[in-house]
């Protein structure tokens, strides 16, 4: 087991009403000035929006309203929350919303507490924040595990660059998860959700690290525990235990708990970052389902042990040693299998990837072949190449 940092300072109130009790949990702060941060119309029409600023407002809690963030959240957007928090003298950052809200906020925070440099920058890995402002979160789609994570995705549209980049002020101070609010999430998001949650897992449980049976144990009840979750919030939107299970798995899905003693990258979200940041319109947990078995079918040969554990563990096959490949084969087809009953994509043409942009993704992915993907098999320029070729019409 390898040395790790365990650190989850978030603060997380979980259940039925417990959004509505963000107005005194914001109080203990003691903001001068709140920025509310939320997407599209779907806030306002089910009446959260209404129902967080009376919280705030039955607290004297002073607030700014920054509405439009989009599935993948983008810099220009942030661009705009930065000089509101800075003109309006906003020391909280409150985001309502799934994880792009949330990372929109973060960068937001991150942006405003550090003006004298680019924000930019940050996603460039050209510097770490060391300062941000305090912010919180109400979850309304289980998916990203944002709320949790220390990590910050956000698009630049003007480039089609997307970039992640993980720091300690990444982490919010709370996160408030009623299963009730994402009743309304609809099928194909729902879906989606259930890939990335289940990706933010799977991914770290074939990161290098051996040794490591509670992390893996912890990882695989995760993994099989949102994929039943996934299929009955599907069956029964308002399955209270299926949504609460679901949300529950978000979080500990991508708060490092499932890498304990293990190296960390999310090779497959590399890959899915560049499709979503030149396809904005691609939902990224459906961009994830389209790779992740055209990668599982190139790497496995370079740790058939781990993915027979894998292949017992989760899927709960009984291992041929004698043909050890055709167990994980299996494996990697049941996983298939499941993203086509959900109704996910399992092929990036299906997603309007042109097979012209390939090239292009790959030179994105490995920042114009000056980066390799790391991982039991090293992943270069061509087989990077190869395995969006793969996945495109698979």
Same mark, same amino acid.
């Given at each position: ?51 967080? =600023?009376?919280?705030? $407002? /039955? ?6 309203? %920054?509405?439009?963030?989009? &599935?993948?959240? #983008?810099? !220009? ?48 890995? =050209?510097?770490?924040? $060391? /300062? ?6 109400? %979850?309304?789609?289980?998916? &990203?595990?944002? #709320?949790? !994570? ?52 799977? $991914? ?12 893996? &144990?912890?990882? #695989? ?68 389902? &389209? ?104």
């Amino acid at each position: 087991m390898l040395n790790f940092v365990y650190e989850t300072p978030t603060k997380v109130y979980f259940g039925k009403d417990e959004e509505l009790k963000v107005g005194k949990i914001v109080a203990e702060f003691a903001p001068q000035k709140v920025l509310l941060h939320y997407g599209g119309q779907s806030a306002k029409k089910s009446g959260l929006l209404d129902r967080v =600023k009376s919280a705030l $407002e /039955k607290e004297n809690i002073q607030y700014v309203e %920054l509405g439009g963030v989009v &599935a993948n959240p #983008e810099l !220009s957007l942030v661009r705009k929350g930065i000089e509101i928090c800075l003109s309006e003298g906003v020391d909280f950052v409150l985001a309502v919303g799934g994880g792009s809200v949330l990372d929109s906020a973060k960068d937001i925070a991150n942006g405003a507490a550090n003006p004298e440099i680019d924000v930019w920058d940050f996603s460039l890995g =050209k510097c770490v924040p $060391e /300062k941000t402002l305090k912010k919180g979160a109400i %979850l309304t789609l289980a998916a &990203a595990g944002s #709320e949790m !994570s220390n990590s910050c995705v956000i698009t630049n549209a003007d480039t089609g660059e997307k970039r992640g980049y993980g720091c300690t002020c990444n982490r919010m101070d709370f996160a408030i998860e009623n299963p009730e609010l994402t009743y309304t999430v609809s099928p194909y998001q729902t879906a989606c959700g259930a890939v990335d949650i289940a990706m933010h897992t799977i $991914e770290r449980y074939f990161c290098e690290g051996e040794d490591t049976y509670l992390t893996d &144990a912890l990882a #695989e009840a995760v993994i099989k525990s949102v994929m039943k979750a996934g299929k009955d919030c599907l069956a029964d939107p308002y399955n209270y235990e299926a949504r609460a299970n679901m949300m529950w798995a978000s979080s500990l899905a991508h708060n490092g708990l499932t890498q304990c003693g293990r190296k960390f990258m999310l090779v497959v979200h590399q890959f899915e970052h560049e499709v979503s940041g030149m396809y904005p319109e691609v939902a990224h947990g459906a961009g994830l389902a &389209a790779l992740w078995c055209s990668w599982a079918r190139y790497v496995y040969r370079a740790n058939t042990s781990r993915w027979l554990q894998y292949s017992a563990n989760v899927w709960n096959l009984d291992i041929d040693y004698e043909h050890p490949e055709k167990t994980i084969e299996t494996a990697i087809d049941m996983q298939e299998q499941y993203y086509k009953s959900i109704g996910m994509p399992t092929n990036l043409k299906s997603l309007g990837v042109k097979e012209e942009d390939l090239e292009i993704l790959t030179k994105n992915c490995t920042r114009n072949k000056t980066r390799n993907l790391p991982g039991y098999k090293t992943l270069e320029y061509e087989d990077i190449l190869n395995i969006y070729r793969m996945a495109y019409d698979a």
